[in-house]
């Protein structure tokens, strides 16, 4: 589906991470890879290192963390939001919904809107669609949209496959009305019947968890995970971003009337430095224009990505140009895919803010 809005923008984004720094080469005791190996792996794969939360932190406490900063700074006032919106698979509890939990520990007006979703890898992509779309019936109010995962609690240690790339990180997009035009065009695809390609089987409501969804096992790629596991059928949602997100891209860029060469940035969700190299390689793009570097840095942090890469670039991005026309695509948990182009002017408010662990 694609929709359409104008008179939208981002003006701030705060990405809060952890002061954790967990580097692959200091894993190899979970992996049973030889030197040799993790040295090539860090190489081709881009495993190196990530952003990890301790056990027990949330994302509502990174949330409240960074929008207490923002407030600091000036960013917004309490009275201006009239809406948050939190993209997230992990929440702080099945009840109450974490943007409620956050909302409790500001002074926001009880008439803001409240709504969590619970999207992956895609939901950077949802959470601004619903942004703007909620922005269609308010005037000067504007939103927080929080984003991100503690995804890293989810993986086992001894999963070769996702743990060396999994990062958490949380992040504050504020989103508002604007006089300027700005056509934004949106779109979501999801292909449900293959749900179960990235899932964890245990800890909801189908199969609690018990002693026994704790026990490990060995998978044929000599991963171990139990059923409380993230658990990801690697080849199938690989052929998935590659062979769908082109197509995506291309009926978003017909729908704009826009030529692919015109395009200033491709920012994606970062799901591996290799995933991203055989994605620009098929939509014919340069490095400059897409970059895949954030993985090794931060980690792959699910709805977080995509803001946290702007931040990472930002500076470098806008050191000649005022307003970029950026494309946002994302892809994995759902299936789902999602792609938004819209111009985005350089806004004052980009930073990393750093999440003191309670030791």
């Known amino acids: 589906m694609i929709t359409q809005f104008k008179n939208k923008k981002i003006s701030a984004i705060l990405s809060v991470i952890p002061e954790n720094i967990v580097d692959f080469m200091d894993e190899a005791a979970n992996y049973s890879f030889s030197e040799s190996q993790m040295k090539k792996l860090k190489k081709v794969m881009g495993f190196d290192k990530r952003r990890v939360a301790e056990l027990g932190e949330t994302v509502s406490e990174y949330a409240i963390h960074g929008i207490k900063q923002m407030l600091a700074d000036g960013v917004f006032k309490e009275s201006e939001i009239g809406a948050i919106i939190v993209t997230a698979t992990q929440p702080d509890y099945f009840i109450p ?11 926001f007006d009880l008439d803001t809107i409240c709504i969590d979703i619970s999207q992956g890898c895609c939901g950077y992509i949802v959470g601004l669609t619903y942004a703007f779309m909620t922005l269609e019936s308010m005037k000067d109010k504007k939103v927080l949209l929080v984003s991100g995962d503690m995804l890293s609690s989810k993986v086992s240690k001894r999963d070769r496959a996702s743990r060396p790339i999994t990062g958490d990180a949380v992040t504050i997009s504020l989103i508002e009305n604007t006089n300027d035009e700005n056509p934004i065009y949106c779109s979501l695809k999801n292909n449900g019947k293959a749900a179960f390609s990235v899932y964890i089987p245990a800890g909801g409501t189908k199969i609690p968890i018990t002693p026994e969804t704790t026990i490990e096992k060995e998978d044929e790629f000599g991963n171990w995970r139990g059923l409380q596991h993230l658990c990801m059928q690697g080849d199938l949602v690989f052929n998935f971003i590659i062979n769908d997100t082109p197509i995506m891209i291309e009926e978003l860029l017909q729908k704009a009337d826009e030529d692919i060469n015109n395009i200033d940035y491709f920012i994606c969700h970062q799901s591996s ?7 620009r390689e098929r939509l014919g793009v340069s490095k400059e224009k897409l970059p895949n570097d954030i993985v090794p840095i931060y980690g ?14 930002f500076n470098e991005m806008y050191a000649e140009k005022d307003k970029l026309k950026i494309m946002f695509a994302a892809f994995g948990t759902g299936l789902s895919l999602g792609a938004i182009l819209m111009d985005v002017p350089k806004f004052e408010y980009c930073n990393f803010l750093k999440y003191p662990h309670k030791r």
Do not use: D
């Open 273 to 279: 430095c290799f995933t991203l190299k055989k994605l």
């Open 97 to 107: 919904p974490t943007s409620n939990v956050i909302q409790g520990k500001f002074n």
């Open 300 to 313: 792959n942090s699910s709805s977080a990505t995509i803001p946290v890469t702007l931040t990472h670039h």
